[in-house]
Nanobody
Framework: QVQLVESGGGLVQAGGSLRLSCAAS????????MGWYRQAPGKQRELVAS???????NYADSVKGRFTISRDNAKNTVVLQMNSLKPEDTAVYYC???????????WGQGTQVTVSS
């Protein structure tokens, strides 16, 4: 089992910045991808950004150029730096870890991000 604990959500004005952090613990296999998803009210959960253990990244088009994902493999942490936030970024953000060889997926409890206009 893997446990994911997120921190860093909150309320910010449009144009502001927030930093989300996620710490993973438990039985973490080395071949994994960590990432952030978000779910706004009435919408499906969507990928925001992901990063492999080797550092390869993937971003949703809507956040490219504004958000940056990074990870520390030694500490099993992943960080999402969010700049130039927009009201449409308002959502619950979930940390995610996927073991690529087994397909197991783990989720954090979610952290609310609210961007006021």
């Amino acid at each position: 089992q893997v446990q994911l604990v997120e921190s860093g959500g909150g309320l910010v004005q449009a144009g502001g910045s927030l930093r989300l952090s996620c710490a993973a613990s438990g039985s973490i296999f080395p071949i994994n991808v960590m990432g952030w998803y978000r779910q706004a009210p009435g919408k499906q959960r969507e990928l925001v950004a992901s990063i492999s253990r080797g550092g390869s990244t993937n971003y949703a088009d809507s956040v490219k150029g504004r958000f940056t994902i990074s990870r520390d493999n030694a500490k099993n942490t992943v960080v999402l730096q969010m700049n130039s936030l927009k009201p449409e970024d308002t959502a619950v953000y979930y940390c995610n870890l996927k073991h690529l060889l087994t397909g197991e997926v783990y989720w954090g409890q979610g952290t609310q991000v609210t961007v006021s206009s």
